[in-house]
């Protein structure tokens, strides 16, 4: 490791990054000023080592800021532990971490990852351009983050860079042995649910219309979006936008949980021996997890179809419709439309996790030179456009769907995929297969931005 510099250097060097920080010259640096100082310095999450970062142990008061002689002992107390940090994970002991290193300490607390993955992380500290990471390296990428032990620097690696373990919307969430053993992974389990929840409300009367389309749209019935509104309003009134939204709420929880638990045991099933999944084998564990947990929750789906198609009084709630769907039709009218849903998982997961992994690395190679983090703002754009993508290419198989488990009010519908495909291109020819697409798009934007937004505070409420 290079020698350390003199006391007199290093209270110089830290006397100007107080002059830095202390953007209104009150000769004190707090909690927003630091913010702000982590978001121009550094990557990472700024709420987090802002509100962790000013308790140094003097005694001084977080909200009034540190003056020079507290930020001063503050850093001091911060570069001893990531002295110590360093030193742990500098498993050889000559001054530098490298790639191998990186991957051994992953796999110290259950993550692995694979050589690219580490050259990333390694990639977003090297200032020398040597691919290893020294002393003065490590001490000025880490020195303002609030960093107690080796589980935060490993979290703060794997969630503030980008790491292909678990970002697209179509593959669950995976999490460290550390995560389980805490039971950090429930909590952001719960974080997803209620901002998928509050992202779905929002967006009903979206939703709906789109259903309400599927079904109804035809060349002599050419429903547009105001019309198709007024129409639901004049029927039902204001409050019938949101029809079906409540079991569409409730089948997350059940949905998530299915999908996060046959996710882990088709990982471990494709990974044999292999320190981690690449790209395709990610999609194809991701895509079995999702048909394994559409298998099990589909009869809600159809529920929630009927459900938003309804007209006012013809059922008094989910458990009379349930009622009568098995009265009426059997237990097999459960799973109307089970094949085109569970086929269109396979282009949906596809597409959308290959646009999404795609964009994002052209616009590191393109864009990102100093660091591997692109930005929340980049991650929403690329989600948006990929999972704009998987809906296009997926579209025709999810109105089949929705047409068939719908069949009870379409009348005359025939109940096979081939027979309502044959049907729709006869009757509408191709463009039938893509009624109902604009409101599935206009839906996309603002459910991303609210699940994003209510997912962060949920995250900080639980702790997470």
Known sequence: MRGGPGEAERRQRWGRLFEELDRNKDGRVDVQELRQGLARLSGGDPDRAAQQGLSPEGGADPDGGLDLEEFTQYLQEREQRLLLLFHSLDRNQDGQIDVSEIQQSFRALGISISLEQAQK?????????TMTIDWQEWRDHFLLHSLENMEDVLYFWKHSTV???????????EFSEQEKLTGMWWKQLVAGAVAGAVSRTGTAPLDRLKVFMQVHSSKTNQLNILGGLRNMIKEGGASSLWRGNGINVLKIAPESAIKFMAYEQFKRAIRGQQETLHVQERFVAGSLAGATAQTIIYPMEVLKTRLTLRRTGQYKGLLDCAWRIMEREGPRAFYHGYLPNVLGIIPYAGIDLAVYETLKNRWLQQYSHDSADPGILVLLACGTISSTCGQIASYPLALVRTRMQAQDTVEGSNPTMCGVFQR??????WPGLYRGMTPTLLKVPPAGGISYVVYEAM????GV
């Open 121 to 129: 992380i390694l990639h977003s500290m090297d200032r020398d351009g």
């Open 424 to 429: 729709i291109l006869a009757q509408q020819g």
């Open 163 to 173: 790491l292909d373990i678990g970002e697209c919307l179509t593959i669950p969430d």
């Open 459 to 462: 995250k900080k409420t639980l």
